[in-house]
């Protein structure tokens, strides 16, 4: 759903109509609040913010799950060693 220009509300607007625009956006409609024409808060239903934060955390953890996939093809390339044989011989090392 993408924003209109009657979802642009000036916070005088928004503090005067607040019921009214809760109800939108319960509806389903978003709504960017302005403060001196700058965009300043949104206003959406707080299951998708909930939907939206749920959204954030899956990325962060695809993310993470690549960064340990190129970690791994840095091991299989020889690019790194993998933290257990790097511990082993530095063990090694300090024990000659």
């Known amino acids: 759903m993408g924003i209109s ?6 916070l005088s607007h928004a503090r005067a109509n607040f019921s009214e625009l809760a ?3 319960k ?6 609040i302005t403060k001196n024409g700058e965009s300043y808060i949104a206003l959406i239903d707080a299951s998708r913010l909930d939907y939206y934060h749920q959204l954030e955390r899956e990325r962060i953890h695809l993310l993470l799950i690549d960064e340990a996939s190129k970690g791994l093809d840095d091991v299989v390339t020889g690019k790194a060693k993998d933290a257990r044989g790097a511990i082993e011989a530095l063990k090694r ?3 000659a």
């Open 27 to 32: 509806a389903g409609a978003e709504k960017i």
């Open 5 to 10: 220009a009657r979802d642009i509300i000036p």
């Open 93 to 95: 090392k300090r024990a």
């Open 23 to 25: 109800e939108e956006v």
